[in-house]
């Protein structure tokens, strides 16, 4: 799939789906031809690389006024060298000088995938699954060796980027941009799509139109963050779901990160992803290596649904891991919006026994069983039971959950610590705080500084004596705040710009010996909902809490702007209680149901306060989602009406063997006297025959050609027991091909 033109200098990676142009240029930089649909190979493309004198440009060569890296096309450009665009790479060095002169040395190609150490990254099972180029550069001056990794798998149209930057000089060097990719676009024409918005309100799609300057998201919170997610997409006017092209970039990292594009006055675009420069500095000694985090870029010509696609089974086969990445999830009633703080262990059984009779498989305690933990102000960092409200401790509970014949699933949050805590009061540097500043606080709880390895031991002790001890199947890890007054009391002040990134690392390396350790246990990543909703943790956990927003009109538009990137598998999802907590609205249990079905489905709420009737439509829904859950974690999902659009939204997913589909529509307000209206599907196999609901069959090209009737006459049923369409109405149409 990879192939090396000595003549010309060019490589060229395709898998016939993609190609991906590069070539040597005449100072040795590695320029950037080409990254598309497949094209033929051929001995070279000197053709693509355009040269022009332009005036008021600095030329590299004395007496070439041809050629300027300003106006070339390059793979991991650097500023100053007569390119004034913003780098992938910045240098400070001892003499106060930021230019680095990266030129290529060799490159090597080699079946497979190498693992990044210490970081999460997509992987392979088999060598044959991809081939990876490494493309070694060096700048002999600083002694400075840089390998550019380039993974592209054989059957996805992807390719999974990393850079290595290794100090073999003799001077201490201080890297300010180590950014995972870069990538220069001939021209803008594209509109720049990112998912923002803010706590109960994630993943929002945002979208405008690339105009010469510099477009950006990111975050400098410590974390990847409820305000901007690490993954953007470019895609050309008039792109929709199924036609046109897109380009998709998704960064592997759970914390600081930019994502950027810039237009020059020449109208090319620059994309660059990785970790913040902002307050970035990582001082690499000599001898010392530093590892970008990994960024997947995905391409397609077949609109933005086919990207998704790409993105859903990269990630969910071969990003996340472990024992439940292909088991069907357990469906869980999580307690802490039926109790929050106020239970026992006799209340909490009370719970766990009436969920167990509609057909619940798992049971969560969430907050306060831990330390002096009776309100949020205390407790953090002391991860042993609180026997004033469980006698028996985690195990007492754990036995009679499980004699229930039920799982048991435990809440964390181990990053954290109370001011009122043992382990603050044993351990006050522990926490992430400047010396002499005042110390912030968000949710009454500070940052232990997981950049120090005796913390992160500590933690990893108390959770892994509760694992060993008691009957956990399941840990749901939450982190509530953002790290504010960045300073580690363990880290020299001139690598102090280092804390951010090792915090992150601290983090990865409890849940890989957690994970490691207890291989059975499903962990879900949460971070107070959405705060770090990223590839980084599905890595580790293959399912995270989407939002803390349960509501299930607000969660149309969150699931469907998590799902352009995010697998369905990794979607959690659950049915709460009305008046919902977040929004104070009332929708029908149905539609409650209807919505969290698409995800990791859930219950929070304490199903003995419901009505008969309701625990009926409850048990249905169990049902339902046991007969189809396999489905919906494994099968291809398409985006048919967008929230962000109108009142309708619709989605389906179909199984690998498209004998089986779901689709989902939801219409948010009533319509008195509203049009005719039908939805066309995707994905269906043309010359099946599927049944709808059980009716007489509708060929799939029919369906996805003429479309699905979704007038009220034909759906939009507000309860099964109710004929009359209402506000927040929806209904799952199921289709089975005929035998």
């Keep these: 799939m990879i192939r090396y033109h000595e003549s010309t200098k060019t490589f060229h990676l395709s898998n016939g789906k ?40 600095t030329w590299v060569f004395e007496g070439d006024k041809f050629f300027s890296l300003e106006h070339s096309k390059q793979e991991y450009p650097a500023y100053g060298t007569t390119d004034y665009r913003q780098p992938a790479v910045e240098v400070r060095q001892p003499n106060g000088s930021r230019i680095t002169d990266l030129t290529y040395r060799s490159h090597s190609i ?29 700048d002999d001056l600083l002694g400075l060796s840089v390998d550019l990794a380039y993974t592209l798998f054989a ?39 990112h998912f923002s918005g803010a706590w109960s309100r994630e993943r929002h799609m945002k979208v405008r139109k690339l105009e010469q300057g510099v477009q950006s998201v990111g975050s400098a919170r410590g974390n990847s963050s409820h305000n901007h997610n690490p993954f953007i997409m470019l895609r050309r006017p008039g792109t929709d779901e199924t036609h046109g092209e897109a380009i998709g970039f998704s960064l592997v990292y759970s914390g600081n ?35 970008t985090p990994e960024a997947v870029m995905v391409y397609s010509c077949e609109g933005m649904g086919a990207m998704s696609r790409t993105f859903h089974t990269l990630y969910r086969s071969r990003l996340a891991r472990g024992e439940w990445r292909d088991k069907p999830r357990p469906i869980l009633l999580n307690n802490w919006e039926a109790t929050y703080f106020d239970f026992t262990e006799d209340k909490l059984v009370a719970i766990a026994e009436g969920a167990k009779k509609d057909g619940v498989e798992l049971f969560v305690l969430d907050d306060g069983w831990f330390g002096a933990r009776s309100n949020d102000r205390a407790g953090l960092g002391d991860w042993y039971a609180n026997t004033d409200r469980l006698a028996r401790g985690i195990t007492g ?11 048991f699933g435990l809440w964390f949050e181990p990053e954290m610590a109370n001011r009122d805590s043992d382990l603050y009061r044993a351990h006050p540097d522990w926490i992430v705080c400047t010396p002499d ?23 990893y002790g108390q959770m892994a004596k509760i694992l060993s001890e008691a009957k956990v199947s399941y840990i749901k890890w939450d982190m509530n705040r953002s790290i504010s007054e960045a300073f580690s009391g363990a880290l020299p002040a001139d690598r102090q710009g280092e804390l951010f990134h090792r915090y992150i690392l601290g983090v990865y390396d409890l849940y890989d010996r957690l994970t490691t350790d207890f291989p059975h246990v ?105 007969e189809y859950r396999e489905v919906i974690q494994f099968g291809d999902f398409y985006r048919l009406q967008s929230p962000f659009d109108g009142n309708i939204t619709a989605w389906m997913v179909v199984s ?69 369409s209402c506000d927040f109405d929806s209904h799952i149409f199921v289709l089975k091909a005929r035998p």
């Design 18 to 57: 993609i190609s991906y142009l590069m070539k040597i240029l005449p100072n040795g930089v590695v320029g950037q031809l080409y990254f598309g649909r497949a094209i033929h190979d051929q001995e070279g493309f000197d053709h693509l690389f355009e040269r022009k004198h332009r005036p008021m440009t």
């Design 110 to 138: 080699a079946p497979g995938k190498p693992r990044l150490e210490g970081l999460p990254a997509t992987y392979c099972e088999d060598d044959r699954e991809a081939e990876t180029l490494t493309l070694h550069l060096r």
């Design 155 to 193: 059957e996805h149209a992807a390719i999974a980027r990393s850079v290595r930057l290794v100090n073999e000089g003799a001077l201490d060097l201080h890297l300010t941009h180590a950014m995972s990719l870069s990538l220069d676009l001939p021209d803008s024409d594209y509109e720049f799509i």
């Design 257 to 291: 990160f930019l994502a950027q594009a810039e237009v020059d006055n020449w109208d090319v675009t620059r994309v660059l992803l990785g970790i913040n420069p902002f307050g970035f500095d990582w001082k690499l000694a000599p001898g010392e290596a530093f590892q």
């Design 397 to 407: 509970l754990a036995d009679r959950i499980d004699a229930l014949g039920m799982k």
């Design 437 to 459: 500043r005042r110390v912030s606080h968000g949710r009454n709880q500070y940052v232990l500084d997981y950049s120090r390895p005796e913390v992160v031991d500590h933690i």
């Design 522 to 626: 499903l962990f879900e990543s949460c971070a107070s909902g959405g705060g770090r909703f990223d590839p980084g943790l599905l890595y580790y956990a293959p399912q995270g809490w989407a939002s803390d927003n349960s509501d299930a009109v607000s969660r149309l538009k969150i699931q469907y702007g998590t799902s352009f990137c995010y697998p369905i598998s990794s979607i959690g999802a659950h049915v709460s209680a009305v008046p919902n907590h977040q929004v104070n609205r009332i929708t029908p249990i149905g539609t409650r149901a209807n919505v969290a079905h698409f995800g990791t489905f859930g219950y929070e709420l304490d199903l003995n306060k419901l009505t008969e009737e309701e625990r009926v439509l409850v048990r249905e829904q169990i049902a339902f989602m046991k």
């Design 656 to 724: 690998p063997d498209k004998r089986t589909a779901l689709a989902g529509w939801y219409r948010v307000l009533n319509e008195v006297n509203g049009p005719f209206r039908r939805v066309r599907l995707q994905g269906l196999d043309p010359d099946l025959c599927y049944r709808v609901d059980g009716d007489g069959g509708h060929f799939g090209d029919e369906l996805m050609h003429v479309g699905l009737i979704t007038t009220d006459s034909a759906a939009g049923e507000c309860q099964p027991d109710e004929r009359r």
